[in-house]
């Protein structure tokens, strides 16, 4: 009887028990329930920074956040919230999305900054300012502060360009060169210079057969591909009808492996030429019919530039490289063309007329420009051209070139859609569809220049003798940067996400 009692009294314990704890398992999840999450989104324009992520926060968390602009910039205050301060105190009370508004800070802007529409200038990287054949170049913000200079022991004989490891790659004037080229642009040493400014690597073509010259290229792979000026004797050229009192330069492009210090590759125009002079020799042909060959006599006794008469006649100035076909673009100022030739044959099937992805060997897989060069009544449309660069837009590869148009005294900045790339490629029309032109009455030098596509769809036009100029796609101009006297060769455009700019610390 007892014992039921107590049987009876501690299962009444366990009940209570149970019941209290239930009650409290009740209780914490009411509390949890009770405890609100909610989302902050925080961005910025560019310009600058903000040191707090945005995430889940509890109710009631108190948030300290900061705007911090770049070098060049200032905040411009907040979207989503009524606070003009840089930084600010948020309690979280539900959900909320932010915005930090940074722009160019004109009072840090250099006198060689005159216009500017700073809502519409792609503010996403720097410029390499590269003056021409002077021992400097730098990189420059739209405000044009120069943020970092380099300066060379010898004068740049023309391109330099920033790698991915914040080196630089460059041509550069030998102290000796061949006194027989006197024409401009000749380089002679091809060198890498690390961010410490050493010379590390340094490969010369300089002899008084061949020197580099203009225009060096950056492969994905490391290596780099160079121009270079190659002697053609007038014994030799005699043998084909060119009788000439002295001896001639043709275009020559090699592919240099810095790590291997030796040439992997080689391309000669040589290879290729047509003569109708002389049925006897193995180059003779009609250049009207062999538009893949490059008519040797075009230039033949020409006063179109002063330095074909003294051995320069061809002047390629720019090459151009894209990975996705494997095909080089080399401007030909001389030839009113941009040429195109297959990287993907072997050097040797690079002197032949096949081989490669196309099986053209190193004959032209396509050209435009100057239709006459074969013969062709159509219209040429360079007079003199620089700094060819390809262009993804869309589905379609572009062509954008720097048309000096000297006849004219205004120049313009062109890009073109290519015809898919093929081995029937010289079946198209003489010159391909235009699909953006820039001109102005105040663009035009008759020397050098350049244009490259920037990310948000701007051009960056180099004018030679002035400086640099931004526009849009509708032809509105939005930036310009005054040399104050400098001369430059180029501007190239630098991502401040890309690993060039990040390794200098930029």
């Known amino acids: 009887m007892v014992m039921n009692k107590f049987i009876r009294s501690s299962k009444s314990v366990i009940n209570i028990l149970a019941c209290v704890m239930l009650l409290m398992a009740c209780q914490k999840d009411i509390e949890i329930a009770e405890v609100a999450r909610y989302s902050l989104f925080i961005s910025t324009t560019d310009g600058g920074t903000v040191s707090t992520e945005g995430g889940l926060f509890e109710e009631g968390t108190l948030i300290k956040i900061e705007a911090i602009p770049d070098r060049g910039y200032k905040f411009s205050g907040w979207d989503g919230i009524e606070n003009l301060e840089s930084t600010i105190e948020l309690v979280v009370r539900g959900s909320l999305t932010i915005k930090a508004n940074f722009e160019l800070n004109v009072e840090e802007f250099s006198s060689n900054v005159p216009y500017i529409v700073q809502d519409l200038v792609d503010t996403s990287g720097y410029i390499l300012a590269i003056e021409n054949g002077k021992q400097t170049c730098y990189l420059i913000d739209h405000t044009g502060q120069k943020l970092r200079t380099w300066n060379f022991d010898l004068p740049l004989g023309q391109d330099i360009e920033l790698a991915h490891d914040g080196s630089l790659y460059g041509l550069f004037q030998v102290p000796d060169p061949n006194e027989d080229i006197t024409f401009g642009g000749k380089s002679g040493l091809v060198r890498k210079i690390d961010k410490m400014n050493n010379v590390v690597w340094e490969f010369r073509i300089s002899s008084q057969d061949e020197i580099t010259h203009h225009d060096l290229e950056l492969m994905p792979n490391g290596n780099v591909l160079v121009l270079v ?89 720019g090459i151009a490289y894209s990975e996705e076909h494997d095909v080089i673009a080399i401007s030909v100022n001389f030839y009113n063309e941009v040429w195109f030739i297959d990287h ?25 420009g100057n239709p006459g060069t074969y013969s062709d009544p159509t219209p040429k449309i ?32 062109m890009e073109f859609e290519l015809p898919v790339f093929s081995n029937t490629l010289l079946n198209e029309s003489p010159n391909p569809r235009k699909v953006f032109e820039y001109s102005n009455d105040e663009l035009y030098f008759d020397i050098i220049g350049g244009a490259v596509r920037l990310p948000n769809g701007n051009t960056l036009i180099c004018e030679g003798d002035y400086g640099f100029w931004e526009v849009n796609d509708q032809g509105q101009l939005l930036w310009k940067y005054n040399g104050n006297g400098a001369t430059f060769w180029r501007g190239l455009f630098y991502s401040k996400q890309s690993d060039a ?4 610390g930029l």
Do not use: C
Not at 348 to 359: C, R, Y
Not at 382 to 393: K, L, M
């Open 229 to 317: 000026w190659q002697r053609k004797k007038k014994e030799d050229l005699a043998d084909l009808g060119y009788i000439t009192d002295r001896d001639i330069f043709m275009e020559k492009i090699v592919e240099i492996n810095p790590e291997s210090n030796q040439i992997v590759w080689k391309w000669e125009s040589w290879d290729h030429i047509i003569q109708d002079k002389n049925p006897a020799h193995p180059t003779y042909g009609d250049p009207k019919t062999s538009r893949n060959k490059i008519d040797l006599f075009y230039n033949y006794q020409s006063d179109y530039h002063r330095f074909i008469s003294i051995g320069d006649i061809m002047h390629a100035n």
């Open 344 to 368: 993907s044959t072997s050097t040797h099937e690079a002197k032949l007329s096949e081989g490669g992805n196309f099986n053209l060997g190193g004959d032209l897989l396509y050209r435009f």
């Open 382 to 413: 360079f007079d003199f051209n620089h700094h060819p660069s390809f262009v993804r837009s869309s589905n379609e590869y572009h062509l954008l070139i720097f048309n000096n148009n000297a006849g004219a005294k205004r120049s313009k900045v």
């Open 501 to 504: 700019i990040k390794s200098l």
